[in-house]
C-alpha cells in the first residue's frame, strides 16, 4: 500500500520520464503531488448547442465529426488540419494549427466535447485550436478545470490525470494536521475533502470550502511556528544590563535624538534590564534616524562588557554603517570591525581574532558575520538592519553565536499594522513616527522621458551649487535572458559621462560589482569627488550621503511604490531642498496613478496601502521580503481576517497544550514548515 512518500514514479501513468519533468515543479512525492495547487480555474460546465455559441466567448460544445478532417501543408512550419462538426442546431468549423496528429486522431461520426473560443454569427462558427476530449471523459471539459503552472514534457492533462490518480491513491492517508475540534470550532472542511476540491471542484462554494479550509491551515501552522519561536525565547534568562550613562554617548551626536528615538532607546533598555532576551523590532519610516537608535542599543550592551554585531543586508549598507559608527564608537572607547566577504583573508584573519579576544566589541557586517568560523568573546546584541532581507533563520545563526544575546531588528518597510501582527508575531514593536527636524518635503515629479534633456539641465544646476545626485538605471530585459545589470548600468554611465556630462565625475555601482571597487566609488560619492552616481536598487536601502539631493529613476513603473519610495529616502537626508524625478513613458493608466501617488504624498504607510490597493497583494512583498516560511495558498495580505481567526486558534491550542503533546502531526507540519525555510523550531 501506498504512503504520502511513495515516489511519483509509481503513480500510475507517470513513469520515469514525466517523474523526471515533475521533478522540475519540485513534485517528488505524492505528497508533493497533491499539494500542488493549481494556479487558476476554468469554467467548463456549460455545454452549449453550436447554435447558442457566442462570439468571442470560451464554451464548450457536444459534436459529431462530420466528415474526415483535412490536413494541409501551407508551407514548412505551418500546418492547418480542418474539419466541420455538427449538431442537430447547426455546424461548427474547427481548425488547428500545428496539430497534424488531430487528422488521424478526429473519427467521423465519433461525437466530442470541444472547448474553446467561438467566433463567427448565426450562418457560420467557427473555433481555432480548441480543447477536445471524447464524450463523457470530462477531464478537461464540462467541468470546473484546474490550471497548474507547468514546466516542459508536463501538460495540463498530464497533471490532471495524475492528480485523479494521486487523490484516488491517498484518499484514505490523508490524517488531518488541524485538531478536530479547531476544524470543528472554525467551520473548516476535512483536510481530505479539501484536497480534493481545490484540484477538482464541483462549483464555487466547494472551491471556497477547499481554499478557506487550506488557508486556514497555513496560516494556523504559521503562528504556531512563529508562537514557539517566541515561547522558546521568552523562557530563556540572561543576565540583565545594569543602568547604563548614555550621556557621553549622546554628547558625542552633532545632534540631539527626537522624541520617537529617545522613546525607542527606553524600550530597548526596559528589555535590556528585563532579564530575558530582547527581541525587538525598530520600525521607522527611510530617514527617521534608526542607525543612531542602534548605535545606542550597541553603546549600552558594550558598557555592560559584552560584543555587538550589527548585520546589513548589503556590503555597501554594511561599509556605510562602518563608516559612519566606526569613528563615533571610537571616540567613546569602542572599537568596531568591519566584516564582509570581501576582505582579504589576513585582514579576515585579523577581525576575527579581534573578536574572539574580545580587543574589538562590535562587529558590523553583512552575513559574513554569521559564517561558521567567525566567533566570539561574548556577545551580547545583535542587530539586523532593513530586516525584511534576512529570514527568521539568519537572525537565528547570529543569535546562535551568543549566549542568548538580545536581539534588535531595524526595519524601514511599512507594513499596515494587521499585518505587521503575524509578519513580525514574534517580535515586540517600537515605531519611530517622526523625522528629525528640519526635513523638507521632497518635490516629486513623474515625466516622460521627453524631459531628459530638461532633467540633465537640472542635474547639471543642482551639481553646480555643489549637490549631488543618484540617477537609478533600470534593466532592460533583452532577448528574455537575465538583465545584464552590469551593461546596463556602465553603458549608461558611459553614456552620460561622454555624451551629457563630460565636465562632471560619473560614477557608478552596481551588485555585480567587487566590494572594493563599490567601496571605492561610494567613498567617492560621499567624498563629493563623484557629483553623479548612476546605480542599480542597490542604493535602495539605507544609504546615507546627506548632500545628495536629487534622485532620477529611469523607467520608474518598473519599480513597485514602497521600493521607490524607499530610493527616494536618498535624498532629502541634509538641509537642502531635495528633488525626485520619475521617469516613464508608460502609458498604462493605472501606472501613471501609480506614479502621480509618489508625487502627491511622502508618507511610507499611506505609500505602501496605496501600493497594496493599486498593485494587489501579490506583488506587494516582491521576492518574499518579510523572510517568513513561504506560503502556498495563504496570501498574508488578502487573508486577514482568517489570518486573525487562525492567530487566535493557534494561541489557544498552544495554550492547552503548549508542546503539542497531543498534536503530533500539528507538530510535524509546523517542522516542516519552518525547516523548509532553513530555520528549526527546536
Ligand atoms: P534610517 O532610519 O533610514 O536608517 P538614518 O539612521 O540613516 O535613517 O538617518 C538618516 C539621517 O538623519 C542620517 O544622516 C542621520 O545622521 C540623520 N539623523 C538621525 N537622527 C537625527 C536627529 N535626531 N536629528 C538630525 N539628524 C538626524
Ligand atoms: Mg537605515
Known amino acids: 500500500m501506498a504512503d504520502l512518500g511513495t515516489d511519483v514514479r509509481y503513480i500510475k501513468g507517470i513513469g520515469e520520464q514525466k517523474a523526471k519533468a515533475l521533478a522540475k515543479l ?132 498530464t497533471l490532471i490525470r495524475a492528480m485523479e490518480q494521486g487523490l484516488a491513491e491517498c484518499r484514505d492517508l490523508l490524517a488531518d494536521p488541524l485538531p478536530d475540534k479547531v476544524r470543528t470550532a472554525h467551520g473548516l472542511c476535512h483536510a481530505g475533502y479539501a484536497y480534493e476540491k481545490i484540484h477538482f471542484p464541483g462549483d464555487e462554494k466547494e472551491l471556497s470550502d477547499a481554499r478557506r479550509r487550506l488557508v486556514f491551515e497555513e496560516l494556523f501552522l504559521l503562528a504556531i511556528g512563529l508562537k514557539k519561536l517566541r515561547r522558546r525565547r521568552d523562557g530563556l534568562q540572561c543576565q540583565p544590563f545594569g543602568d547604563t550613562d548614555l550621556t557621553a554617548f549622546y554628547q558625542a551626536l552633532p545632534f540631539s535624538l527626537t522624541g520617537a528615538q529617545r522613546r525607542a ?82 585582514q579576515r584573519r ?81 515605531v519611530i ?85 563599490k567601496e571605492a566609488v561610494m567613498a567617492a560619492f560621499a567624498a563629493g569627488t563623484v557629483q553623479i552616481l548612476v546605480s542599480t536598487t542597490v542604493v535602495e536601502v539605507g544609504v546615507d550621503v546627506p548632500n545628495a539631493t536629487v534622485m532620477v529613476v529611469e523607467d520608474a513603473d518598473r519599480f513597485g511604490l514602497s521600493q521607490l519610495h524607499q530610493l527616494r529616502g536618498r535624498v532629502g537626508r541634509g538641509k537642502e531642498k531635495s528633488y525626485c524625478i520619475l521617469i516613464s513613458d508608460n502609458r498604462n493608466e493605472e501606472t501613471r496613478q501609480r506614479l502621480k501617488v509618489m508625487t502627491k504624498t511622502a508618507d511610507g504607510f499611506q505609500i505602501a496601502e496605496e501600493d497594496l490597493r493599486l498593485r494587489g497583494p501579490g506583488d506587494f512583498f516582491g521576492h518574499r521580503q518579510h523572510g517568513l516560511p513561504a506560503l502556498k495558498v495563504a496570501d498574508l495580505t488578502c487573508d486577514v481576517a482568517l489570518l486573525q481567526e487562525a492567530r487566535e486558534a493557534a494561541e489557544t491550542l498552544m495554550e492547552e497544550d503548549p508542546a503539542l503533546k497531543q498534536y503530533p502531526l500539528t507538530a510535524l507540519r509546523v517542522a516542516q514548515m519552518f525547516e523548509a525555510k532553513g530555520d528549526t523550531l527546536n
Not at 555587538?308 to 549598507?317: D, K, Y
Not at 572607547?333 to 576582505?343: K, M, N
Open 26 to 157: 519540485g513534485i517528488r512525492t505524492l505528497q508533493d503531488l497533491i499539494a500542488y495547487f493549481p494556479r487558476a480555474y476554468d469554467d467548463r460546465r456549460a455545454v452549449v448547442k453550436i447554435k447558442d455559441l457566442q462570439d468571442g466567448e470560451n464554451a464548450c460544445t457536444e459534436a459529431m465529426v462530420a466528415a474526415a478532417p483535412t490536413l494541409s501543408r501551407i508551407r514548412k512550419g505551418l500546418e492547418l488540419v480542418k474539419l466541420r462538426a455538427v449538431d442537430e442546431s447547426g455546424t461548427l468549423d474547427i481548425t488547428f494549427f500545428n496539430q497534424a496528429y488531430r487528422k488521424n486522431s478526429l473519427i467521423p461520426g465519433e461525437t466530442y466535447i470541444f472547448y474553446g473560443k467561438a467566433e463567427g454569427n448565426l450562418l457560420r462558427k467557427t473555433m481555432t485550436n480548441p480543447v477536445v476530449e471524447k464524450e463523457g471523459q470530462r477531464q478537461l471539459t464540462g467541468r470546473i478545470v484546474p490550471i497548474y503552472p507547468l514546466t516542459a514534457g508536463i501538460s495540463q492533462l
Open 433 to 517: 513616527d517622526e523625522l528629525p527636524p528640519g526635513r523638507q518635503k521632497i518635490d516629486t515629479f513623474a515625466v516622460t522621458s521627453a524631459y531628459h534633456r530638461r532633467v540633465w539641465e537640472f542635474l547639471r544646476r543642482e551639481v553646480s551649487s555643489g549637490r549631488q545626485a543618484y540617477v537609478i538605471c533600470s534593466m532592460v530585459e533583452e532577448n528574455d535572458t537575465i538583465p545584464d545589470e552590469r551593461k546596463a548600468v556602465t553603458e549608461y554611465a558611459k553614456m552620460l559621462q561622454e555624451q551629457v556630462f563630460p565636465e562632471l565625475k560619473v560614477g557608478y555601482v552596481h551588485g555585480r560589482m567587487k566590494a572594493k571597487e
Open 265 to 346: 532607546i527606553g524600550d530597548i533598555m526596559k528589555d535590556f534590564a528585563s532579564g530575558r532576551p530582547m527581541n525587538r523590532l525598530v520600525q521607522g519610516d527611510v530617514g527617521s534616524g534608526k542607525t543612531m537608535v542602534a548605535a545606542a542599543a550597541i553603546v549600552c550592551a558594550v558598557r555592560n562588557g559584552r560584543q555587538a554585531a550589527l548585520m546589513a543586508p548589503t556590503e555597501i549598507l554594511a561599509e556605510q554603517h562602518y563608516q559612519g559608527l566606526a569613528p563615533l564608537l571610537e571616540k567613546l572607547g569602542i572599537t568596531c570591525v568591519l566584516l564582509t566577504g570581501s576582505l582579504t583573508v589576513r
Open 350 to 430: 585579523e577581525a576575527l581574532g579581534q573578536l574572539a579576544q574580545g580587543e574589538a566589541q562590535v562587529a558590523i557586517g553583512t552575513h559574513a558575520l554569521i559564517s561558521e568560523d567567525v566567533a566570539y568573546q561574548d556577545l551580547g546584541l545583535v542587530v539586523t538592519d532593513e530586516q525584511h532581507r534576512f529570514g527568521v533563520g539568519q537572525r537565528s545563526a547570529l543569535a546562535a553565536k551568543g549566549r542568548h544575546p538580545h536581539l534588535l531588528v531595524m526595519s524601514a518597510t511599512p507594513i499596515p499594522r494587521t499585518l505587521a501582527l503575524i509578519i513580525y508575531g514574534d517580535l515586540d514593536v517600537s
